[in-house]
């Protein structure tokens, strides 16, 4: 009973969802809406100016570049969420951020990765498709995805809005399924910039893309909550993002 306890529960053991109340709520919609203003901007900066072809002259070293690029937006990003923690005297630990059963949570994240990323594989294995970076260049696109991409979308959203959305929504399952939509609806300010739509015409041309987002929030809950260490979702959200990308 207590192993099949183990793999159906979904609970948030780092944060009581009583301690924060209907504000810790309204916090994490505003925090969501401006980490939506912040990520629309930076879409407009990259894709309606030239500022990144002007930027990338000083650097001719591409990693260097994705540093300069990504390292603002990243502390823009978790900066209020840092204050938010500590104007209300939480601790990392509430959203997450534990040493406790690190290597456990590192070997959840990989086999986590793999219901996104097994078919991907066996066409590698058996095909022999080809890994589109060499070298030191595996383990540095690796590690600005785990660091830009995956760390501040898990703190963000599983680890601090969906926690907190529950002093305004009690029932935890649809609380898990608001805080997919917004998941979704974050990811939309950027790619209509990238693809210049609408947010109407985007969202009518990419609705499936916007389901498998809201899937992947719950998925991502999921696997938090088994032993609510974050890392294991970054993990795997890193590894799926990289496998997507970089095996052909």
Not at 48 to 52: P, R, V
Not at 61 to 66: A, D, I, P
């Given at each position: 009973?207590?192993?099949m306890r183990y793999f159906t529960k979904v609970e948030f053991y780092n944060y009581r969802a009583d301690s924060g109340g209907e504000k810790a709520g309204y916090y994490a919609l505003i925090f969501f809406v401006y980490n939506a203003l912040i990520i629309y901007l930076f879409g407009l900066l990259m894709y309606?100016?030239?500022?990144?072809e002007r930027a990338r002259?000083?650097?001719?070293?591409?990693?260097?570049?994705?540093l300069a690029i990504y390292s603002p937006i990243f502390i823009l990003e978790l900066a209020p969420l840092l204050f938010l923690l500590r104007s209300k005297k939480e601790n990392l630990q509430s959203i997450g951020l534990t040493t406790s059963n690190t290597a456990i949570s590192i070997l959840l994240g990989i086999v986590g990765a793999i219901p996104f990323t097994y078919q991907i594989i066996l066409?590698?294995?058996l095909h022999k498709k080809e890994i589109q970076l060499e070298g030191a260049n595996l383990w540095v696109e690796f590690l600005i995805l785990f660091i830009f991409t995956a760390l501040p979308e898990e703190l963000?959203?599983?680890g601090y809005?969906?926690?907190r959305i529950t002093g305004l929504i009690k029932n935890k399952y649809l609380a898990i399924v608001v805080v997919g939509l917004l998941f979704a609806l974050m990811h939309i300010p950027?790619?209509?910039s990238m693809v210049n739509m609408t947010f109407m015409d985007y969202l009518i041309t990419n609705w499936v893309y916007m389901i498998q987002l809201m899937v992947m929030h719950i998925y991502f809950v999921y696997l938090y909550t088994r032993n609510n260490n974050i890392l294991v979702p970054i993990i795997s959200h890193t590894l799926i993002d990289y496998i997507q990308l970089y095996i052909k």
């Open positions: 009973m207590s192993r309606k100016t030239d500022f990144l002259l000083y650097y001719s070293n591409e990693h260097l570049f994705k066409d590698f294995i963000m959203f599983r809005i969906q926690t950027f790619q209509m």
